[in-house]
């Protein structure tokens, strides 16, 4: 049982340059979530599913797109990278929108 | 107002003591409440849900007032590894958007 797992540990892009960021789940959970993590800053929501098929804003969203592949993956997408997205990433999932989430062990982007 | 605040910290404390987090929160419809624990460049991990009642686990006791809309964190005989930055969680009655994540307190235990 892995938990919440997220792809890749680590990437570094050029400005300008796109990528996607995996993230799967194997708790059967229905709600998943995409945070971004800056020194001395709290986490904040990018986006979130709360159920399978569907997607909607958080607090940070400009600039990323997300999709919901199925019930267990959720990925990430930068179409054009930016200096200000150099940021950890993490993704979380949740059996329910009230409940408590888990968190994948992150992805650290930096754009340079 | 911040939706979620926290004690700045930080809080550096002699093994063995008890420390006492705070935790305000500004969406009185909020409905779970969740204290989370992140180590250096690593993810948040949940320490535990708190409970209306309040709740306890082990060396852990979580308080909630929904009157003054105020959550705490003790930690009793505090060990080395308690060392971490605390985060108090509130989650609101929408969807995930009102998942808010306090700014944190960070703990050093020293020996």
């Known amino acids: 049982n892995a938990g919440v797992t997220q792809t890749p540990k680590f990437q570094v892009l050029k400005t300008g340059q796109s990528m996607t960021l995996q993230c799967a789940q194997d708790m059967n959970h229905n709600s998943m979530y995409w945070y971004r993590q800056d020194p001395g800053m709290g986490l904040r929501l990018i986006y979130y599913s709360a159920s399978e098929g569907t997607t909607d804003k958080g607090e940070v969203p400009n600039g990323y797109n997300v999709s919901r592949l199925n019930k267990r993956e959720f990925s990430l997408r930068l179409e054009s990278a930016a200096p200000s997205q150099t940021s950890v990433y993490f993704c979380?999932?949740?059996?329910?929108?009230?409940?408590?989430?888990?968190f994948g062990p992150g992805t650290r982007l930096t754009v340079t | 107002r911040k939706e979620v605040e926290q004690d700045p910290g930080p809080f550096n404390v002699p093994e063995g003591a008890t420390v006492a987090f705070n935790c305000t929160y500004s969406n009185s419809a909020s409905q779970s409440f969740f204290w989370y624990r992140q180590d250096c460049r690593k993810e948040p991990k949940l320490l535990m849900s708190v409970y209306s009642s309040g709740n306890e686990d082990g060396r852990f006791t979580a308080q909630l007032n929904r009157a003054s809309q105020y959550i705490s964190l003790l930690i009793r005989d505090s060990k080395l590894s308690d060392s971490a930055t605390y985060l108090c969680v509130v989650n609101g009655d929408n969807y995930g958007q009102n998942f808010v994540f306090g700014p944190g307190t960070r703990l050093s235990v020293l020996p």
């Open positions: 979380a999932s949740s059996r329910s929108f009230l409940d408590e989430q888990y």
